[in-house]
Structures are given as C-alpha cells and as structure tokens.
C-alpha cells in the first residue's frame, strides 16, 4: 500500500511499502481517515531519533488518527463495519504486570505507532485491536477525532492533577499540549487557566478559547498576574507544558501552599528541580507519561461541546501533499497549532 515513508534522518517519501496485516478475533481493520502530524513525528523527521528510539531502517509516519471501520473479528461486540472510530496508539502486551496493575501506558513492552521500530498510519488501512478503537458519536467530526490523541495527553495531565472545581491553573507553554491542557483543565472544573508563552499569536489564539489569561512571560510576570488574580494566594495546579529548562525549574513559584504541579513537556535537559522551594508548599509534584483509560472521557467531552477542539485545527494537507505538511510542519507559523492530513475524505 502507499504510505508516507521515514526513509531516515531528513527523507520522507510517499510510495508503496509491503505492510503486514494479519486480521485477529479481537482485531478491526480501519480504513485511514485524518491523521494529525505529532511533534514527535516532527522530530523523527529532522532529527532521526528521540532519547533511547532511533529509526534505522523505513517507518511509516502518524499516530494521531481517526477513521471508519472495514472489517472486524470474531469476537469483537462493541463495533460495526461503517463506524467511525478514533483509535489509541499504543499496543500494550495484555498480561503484563504494568497492564494488570492499570497502568497499561507504562508497559515497557508498549508498541507505539510511528515509534521506532513499530509502523504509524499515515497509510490507507491499518488492523489494531478493538480493544484501543473507540466509535465516535456524530456529534465528532473525523478531523476531532483525530485530535483525541493529543487530548489525551491533556486528560491524562488534568486527571493526575485531581482539580477541584474553581481551581485555578497556571499552564507553561502555548503549543499544542499546552492549548489541549487548558483545554482539559477546564472541562476539568478550573475556573481559569493562566496561560503562559514567548510567542504572542500563539497567546492570542489560547485567549479565544474560553477563560484563559494570556501571559507572554517575554514582557510580563508571570508571579504578578498570580497574585492579582488569587490575593497573592497562589496557583492551585500548574502544567509545566513547554519543556523549557528555565520554565520547569520555576513551576514552584505561582503554586499555591499544598498545591499541585504536573510535568507534561519533557525538558531535553536535566532541571534544577528546587526541593526545597516545593516542601515549604508541601507541593505534590505529578509526572505524566502518554495516557490511559481517558479515551472515551475526552470523546464524551467533545460530544458535549465542553471542550471544543476545532479553533486548534489550523492547517489541513491532502494525503498527496503529506511531504509538503511535514514540511509546513518543520517551520510551523506561530498562528498554527494542529496540521492535519486528510488519508482519504
Ligand atoms: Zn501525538
């Protein structure tokens, strides 16, 4: 089949690649409909690797996708050729200790789309487990479904952070996991997110998508704006969503006393990870790795309307053009957040 191809470091191309797919009992087959281009792909395209993953030989690229189902197994009951699905993707081994006890995501077994050396899904069609592909009630759209991956990363974040309802959050960074975290916090019951950045349209875009006070940290204090807004009190979470070194190491500062800070962005650096700043607040201090068990929670909510991610969606490429959006990718415009790309219509 054609699928868009991490030959290796700095080569994509779109052409035929011999794929196995080899239909279970508890298997669906998919037929692609939108994938989102992740950071993650961004990165194994110009860089060839991420930490401990390297790509040494061809991978298919996109992990963000949502699609309709073709064909299922024997013993799948929840659903019907014709759906439209989103789907996780990471594959965890069903028995392993990580999996038994819940925490499915961090099974070190995981098989991750588009990590190396497990295939993405920037293809036509693609057999995963039923068990990981959820149906989308018609109120989701195939381009939000394939948002539901992101998201969940938010939901995961906003979910560790076990918000109460009028918290206020502070959220570091204004890229796509910053926007679906203030995003998720706010469906989560914040009464407001702080959101904090160097780039002013990105600000501007985060402003418009319900109660968030934009700070571009470039010119304003960050501490200032806490304090107005909470007496001098303190930020009861913050998201350390931006991965900037000189952000994480300041998280402990807006929080307020026995408040929560959740690191999201992976800094690509060690932090100076103040202790002694964090236990005089008595912080509790979350990290979060992927996802589990929020997929059907972050498609409830976009079924409801109360968290609308389709201001994120700026930027849509048709499958023939998935070099070039990985290319607009690269050098993405700060007024875009999320490129898509449609597999097939
Ligand atoms: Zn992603």
């Not at 298997?27 to 690797?49: E, M, N, P, Q």
């Not at 070194?245 to 100076?272: D, H, M, N, Q, R």
């Not at 994120?312 to 957040?337: G, K, Y």
Request: glycine share 8%.
């Amino acid at each position: 089949m054609e699928a868009l191809v991490l030959e290796k470091k700095e080569l994509l191309a779109l052409r035929e690649i011999e794929l196995a797919e080899t239909m279970g009992p508890h298997d669906v087959r998919i037929a692609l409909r939108t994938v989102g281009i992740c950071g993650s792909d961004v990165h194994y395209y110009t860089h060839g690797a991420i930490g401990q993953f390297v790509v040494r030989e061809p991978m298919v690229l996109g992990h963000e996708a949502s699609g309709v189902v073709l064909e299922v197994g024997d013993a799948v009951r929840h659903l019907a050729v014709g759906d439209r699905v989103c789907m996780e993707p990471g594959i965890p081994d069903p028995n392993s200790k990580a999996t038994l006890q819940g925490m499915y995501n961090l099974d070190p077994a995981v098989r991750f789309w588009a990590t190396p050396p497990i295939h993405g899904v920037l293809r036509p069609s693609v057999v995963h487990p039923a068990a990981f592909t959820f149906k989308l009630p018609d109120t989701v759209s195939l381009a939000e479904g394939a948002m539901v991956e992101p998201v969940a990363v938010g939901m995961h974040a906003a979910t560790k952070a076990k918000i109460k309802p009028g918290d206020l959050a502070v959220v570091m960074g204004a890229g796509p996991i910053g926007m679906v975290t203030a995003l998720a916090a706010l469906a989560g019951g914040c009464s407001r997110v702080v959101m904090t950045d160097i780039q002013q349209p990105k600000l501007d875009l985060a402003a418009t998508l319900g109660p968030i006070t934009p700070v571009n940290v470039a010119h304003q204090n960050l501490q200032e704006v806490i304090n107005q807004l909470t007496d001098g009190w303190g930020a009861n979470v913050v998201f350390e969503c931006s991965g900037s070194e000189k952000a994480a190491a300041a998280v402990f500062s807006p929080l307020c006393p026995g408040g929560t800070v959740v690191y999201v962005g992976i800094p690509l650096k060690p932090i100076a990870y103040e202790v002694a700043a964090a236990m005089v607040k008595e912080a509790r201090v979350e990290h979060v790795f992927r996802y589990a068990h929020v997929y059907p929670r972050a498609i409830a909510l976009m079924a409801s309307g109360k968290l609308n991610v389709k201001p994120l969606i700026t930027d849509t490429f048709p499958f023939a053009q998935s070099v070039e959006a990985f290319n607009f990718a690269v050098q993405m415009p700060p007024t875009s957040v999320k490129a898509q790309i449609v597999v097939a219509a």
